[in-house]
């Protein structure tokens, strides 16, 4: 192999290199079982253990927050996915819950069963929305950091006529 054929075929492999991403976290603990959980340029949360485990109601619990992540990682997912594919939706809206159990001694998350309703434009949308939806857990970060069993059950319709955007949730 040449010099030439050498230095193209690590230039091809450079290529394909993917890029890594680092984030950063702070917790400081307060009192008791709660903290403020924080990062760089963002608002603080107060954080704790949920009231099974001891803690005060009203704060924000890691297992709520790991499910929240799994939750928003799909829709973030779906939406990039979406956005490449063109596909125009007015809705998205996603119930999820996470099942923490006692496995083998210690408590672990066993599963998370996220729910989206998903609100497509057109039929056109509905049916390209249907092609992409079994993409969407394989390729999102935080389901493929986990070791739950991830369930990604998305119902999809099309706007009713002069349907544009919902009102957000918690809205009468």
């Not at 702070?26 to 949360?45: A, D, E, F, H, Y």
């Not at 704790?48 to 992540?69: D, I, M, R, T």
């Not at 996220?114 to 092609?131: C, G, I, M, T, Y």
Request: aromatic share 8%; glycine share 6%; charged share 25%.
């Amino acid at each position: 192999m040449s010099a030439s054929e050498t230095y193209r075929e690590v230039r091809m492999q450079s290529k394909r290199r993917h890029k890594s991403f680092t984030y950063t976290n702070s917790v400081v603990w307060n009192r008791n079982r709660r903290g403020k959980s924080s990062t760089l340029g963002k608002p603080g949360m107060d954080v704790g253990s949920p009231p099974e485990f001891k803690g005060e109601a009203g704060v924000w619990s890691p297992e709520e927050l790991l499910v929240s992540a799994v939750n928003a990682c799909l829709m973030l997912t779906f939406v990039s996915f979406a956005q490449s594919k063109g596909i125009e939706f007015v809705a998205y809206e996603s119930p999820a819950e996470g099942l923490l159990e006692n496995v083998d001694g210690k408590f672990r998350f066993t599963e998370v069963k996220v729910e989206p309703s998903v609100v497509l434009k057109s039929e056109a949308d509905l049916e390209a929305a249907r092609a992409i939806m079994p993409e969407v857990e394989p390729n999102c970060f935080i389901s493929n950091s986990i070791t739950a069993k991830v369930s990604f059950a998305p119902r999809l319709r099309v706007a009713s006529a002069g349907q544009t955007r919902p009102a957000p949730a918690g809205d009468a």
